[in-house]
């Protein structure tokens, strides 16, 4: 059985910095991408960061670039996010997703996704 579990979410200050992990398990993602996506309440789920599991290059949101990074440790099967200069709209439950999308901001092509973990940025 597939999983994604993410976890590291919590309360940060503006301006303060938080690194989110997802652990996968239940298969080999080595021709997969890994992406991070998150929702704000009311609004719709927005791509935050990709990468492929096996490394190369990242992809960022507009609304994250220069702030956030993706990176993934292999040995470990986790994938990250370090958040940096947190904004309070960076408020939102984050997810992790893993596919083989076309697209890498269309969440309809991920297969696999996470369950969440709430991050909220207090100003």
């Known amino acids: 059985q597939v999983q994604l579990v993410e976890s590291g979410g919590g309360v940060v200050q503006a301006g303060g910095s938080l690194r989110l992990s997802c652990a996968a398990s239940?298969?080999?993602?080595?021709?997969?991408?890994m992406g991070w996506f998150r929702q704000a309440p009311g609004k719709e789920r927005e791509f935050i960061a990709a990468?492929?599991?096996?490394?190369?290059?990242?992809y960022y949101g507009d609304s994250v670039k220069d702030r956030f990074t993706i990176s993934r440790e292999s040995a470990k099967n986790s994938m990250y996010l370090r958040m940096n200069n947190a904004k309070p709209e960076d408020t939102a439950v984050y997810y992790c997703?893993?596919?083989?999308?076309?697209?890498?901001?269309?969440?309809?092509?991920?297969?696999?996704w996470g369950q969440g973990t709430q991050v909220t940025v207090s100003s």
């Open positions: 239940g298969r080999t993602f080595s021709n997969y991408v």
């Open positions: 990468m492929g599991w096996s490394g190369g290059n990242t």
């Open positions: 997703a893993a596919g083989r999308p076309y697209a890498l901001a269309r969440r309809d092509q991920y297969e696999y």
